[in-house]
């Protein structure tokens, strides 16, 4: 009991992680129409950030706060200065994210010197309920998680900024024809999003250490994600990264590492091909 109550809260906290990592792609993919090559490597810039601010004597509690608003200052940077100019060739886009990534990829190689390293979670140790332990800091990103996707579906759904997303999202040329500035939009959203991708590498490099290509271990696996939750709508990548977190934190608890790696892959690939709209009625695909 005691093992299986703990592989199910392993993959609660991995599918949190996914959960936001895939939330911030899925964002841009829907508003600019894009895939973010890079987005992984802000996964990276988060973990880093928290490393090199704690390393400075900065608490990791306070470390793992300041790293997503760095990483925003640097994803806003390069929207302004590469992205947006990309918005409508999708295929350059992807190239000139993908040559973005290799870029941050090798200079964090370079900073780390090619180097593990730890990052200490601010909770360490664990409680106990009915006679079964469960990490504190595992607890802390699934609840980090849900208040963090909780306030987006808000920000999202039930704003003015809200409605000016989905408005620029739906029609951006009607949008810019009602006074909507979409340039304003699109440079907000994609900082969000790699804010997003950025709180993912504070909260899990406690877990996975901090390494030159951690971001390689979830861009795969986010990129499947939002192709099967659909892209157009905010439950969409939820609903994929679940599925997508699920299965890749499960798997290998059952069947061998890399046989899981595999059926996780054909998994996806039957579900996108019976579901072509994505799981979530309304979404699209990119």
């Known amino acids: 009991m005691d093992t299986a109550v703990n592989a199910t809260f392993e993959v609660l906290s991995f599918s949190a992680i996914m959960v936001l990592v895939v939330v911030g792609l899925g964002i841009v993919a829907s508003m600019m129409g894009i895939f973010n090559f890079a987005h992984g490597e802000f996964v990276l810039l988060g973990a880093y950030f928290t490393y090199l601010f704690h390393n400075h004597g900065v608490p990791v509690g306070l470390a793992m706060a300041l790293a997503p608003l760095a990483v925003a200052v640097i994803g806003l940077f390069v929207e302004r200065t590469v992205i947006r100019w990309f918005y409508a060739r999708p295929l350059i886009a992807m190239l000139g994210t993908y040559a973005l990534a290799v870029v941050i990829r090798e200079t964090v190689r370079g900073l780390l010197s090619g180097l593990y390293h730890n990052v200490p979670a601010p909770l360490s140790g664990s409680f106990v309920v009915a006679g079964i332990a469960f990490a504190q800091w595992r607890v802390a990103i699934i609840v980090i998680t849900i208040l963090v996707i909780a306030a987006s579906g808000a920000l999202l759904t039930m704003t003015s900024f809200g409605l000016r997303v989905r408005a620029s999202l739906e029609n951006p040329a009607l949008a810019r024809a009602s006074g909507i500035s979409t340039g304003a939009i699109y440079a907000t959203t994609f900082t969000f999003g790699v804010a997003l991708a950025g ?14 290509d951690l971001g390689l271990r979830f861009l795969i696996q986010a990129f499947l994600a939002v192709m099967l939750g659909g892209v157009g709508t905010f439950a969409g990548p939820l609903v994929g990264a679940g599925v997508i977190g699920t299965l890749t934190s499960a798997l290998p608890w059952i069947i061998p590492p890399v046989i899981a790696d595999v059926t996780v892959y054909l998994v996806a690939i039957a579900l996108m091909k019976a579901l072509p709209s994505g799981i979530v009625r309304g979404g699209r695909r990119a």
């Open 199 to 212: 709180l993912a590498g504070a909260l899990v490099v406690p877990i996975f250490s901090l390494f030159a």
